[in-house]
């Protein structure tokens, strides 16, 4: 089966192939140790879509970084980034081998906002040329692909390279302070949690039946986004992980597809998750229901008290250590604008414990426990999932290399 053009040539062959295009040679001592203070970042975009094109107006207008290079699947979306960033035409890549070939050339960091299924490979193959990376959520669609953002996070430590994680309420003051005040103790011990995703988007579609048709519209398709547990409502399992602290030891799941044709993904589950300790997480996540309020919300009771989250609302924690929190307000854009601001100043500062990637491997594993739970229509413990490390295998037959 043809898959991605990464995939198809071997992880060792396309490092060879870009240490001989002097993709390792090219990077001086500056990139590789910190970037000056003061020194715009160069930086390629993969993935010029919806959120790319957006994300790269909030990096451009920082005044800190400049767009080098682009790459996406499509030409007329490449070329829409290219002339809005400034991006020369011979720095403009498409087609699936379009990240490879952005990433031979001379580049600080990379921006990846492509479907999820290629994430995995694409953020190794860009820590592995000498890129410091800023990837958007979910970080994969599967247990392999966690393992190897895991990897390739320890490859970026190792390597003095920044690995950002694009989640935004944990770039929330609000959201950090809450969630250290229950780290601290100030709720007691944890009992039991709710996580919630209600959206009214998302729309009605099924997978199209053409390559390309998949690629454009490709949250319909389970191997490249993952499903909606793991591609969307993802923002509220990674709150609710966060302030658990812990791996889920299983999960219960249920729920299917009453709002889609067959063949899409799934319109709604309902989880719950043993967590170590005894500790409950109930989960639910609906979608594409008209008119309703979208709620990422998550609510962790302990003996002393409760914490609230909500993405689009308040933070706070209630009971005898309280902490009065606040309104988050425009989240979307905020969040992503301080992991803009944090993803620079540990480039030029050398900070290069990537906090973001251990919590975000957690997040993804405990969504894909809750889609397989789901599926499964039972229990899926988390030792079984890691242990099936089932990789998800879109089909890309018929798409240009
Ligand atoms: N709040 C958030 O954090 C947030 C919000 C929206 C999207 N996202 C994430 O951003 C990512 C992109 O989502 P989007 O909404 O922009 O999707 P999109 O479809 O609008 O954009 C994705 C782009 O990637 C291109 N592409 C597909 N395969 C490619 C490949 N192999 N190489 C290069 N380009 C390829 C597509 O042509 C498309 O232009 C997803 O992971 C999504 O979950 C995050």
């Known amino acids: 089966m043809q898959t991605s053009g990464l995939q198809t040539l071997p992880r060792r062959a396309f490092l060879a192939q870009a240490a001989a295009a002097g993709a390792f040679t090219i990077l001086s001592p500056k990139t590789v140790f910190g970037t000056e203070a003061n020194s ?9 879509g919806g959120r790319g094109s957006w994300i790269a ?29 400034g991006v020369p035409a011979a720095k403009r890549f498409s087609k699936l081998s379009s990240c490879q070939r952005l990433l031979e050339q001379k580049l600080d960091a990379v921006v990846i906002e492509t479907p999820p299924f290629f994430h995995p490979e ?10 410091h990376v800023f990837l958007a959520k979910p970080i994969a669609v599967d247990v392999p692909g966690c393992q190897t953002i895991a990897e390739a996070g320890r490859l970026a430590t190792a390597r003095k390279q920044v690995f950002l994680v694009d989640f935004q309420t944990r770039a929330n003051p609000l959201y950090r302070e809450a969630v250290a005040r229950v ?29 390309e048709g998949r690629l454009r519209s490709w949250y319909y398709v389970l191997e490249l986004s993952g499903d909606f547990i793991v591609e969307q409502s993802i923002h509220s399992l990674d709150v609710a992980a966060w302030i658990l602290n812990a791996d889920p030891i299983r999960a219960v799941g249920m729920g299917g597809r009453k709002l889609r044709p067959a063949g899409s993904i799934w319109d709604h589950f309902a989880v719950n998750y043993a967590f170590p300790g005894g ?8 979608q594409s229901i008209p008119e309703i309020r979208d709620e ?7 003996s002393e008290g409760m914490i609230y989250t909500d993405y689009f609302g308040e933070v706070y924690i209630r ?33 290069y414990e990537n906090p973001t990637v251990g919590p975000s491997v957690r997040s993804n594993m405990t969504a894909i426990l809750g889609r397989e739970a789901g599926y499964r229509g039972g229990e899926v413990t988390w030792e079984s999932l890691v242990k099936e490390n089932r990789k998800l295998e879109p089909d890309l037959r018929g798409v240009q290399a």
């Open 57 to 85: 107006g909030l990096f451009a207008e920082t005044g800190l970084y400049r767009f080098a290079a682009c790459a996406d699947y499509f030409q007329d979306r490449v070329d829409a980034a290219g002339q809005k960033f």
């Open 279 to 286: 500790v409950v997480l109930s989960f639910t996540c609906i």
């Open 122 to 131: 694409q953020a190794l193959a860009a820590v592995s040329t000498g890129k």
């Open 319 to 351: 009971g005898n250590d309280p902490f009065k929190g606040g309104n988050v307000g425009n989240l979307y854009t905020t969040g992503a604008q301080t992991n803009i601001r944090e993803f620079h100043q540990f480039i030029t500062t050398g900070k």
């Open 296 to 302: 990422i919300t998550c609510r962790v009771f302990g």
């Open 40 to 48: 715009a970042v160069e930086l390629g975009l993969i993935g010029c």
């Open 183 to 211: 780290h601290k103790g100030d709720i007691g011990s944890l009992v039991m949690a709710e996580a919630h995703y209600p959206w009214n988007s998302g729309g009605r579609g099924s997978p199209p039946a053409t390559a």
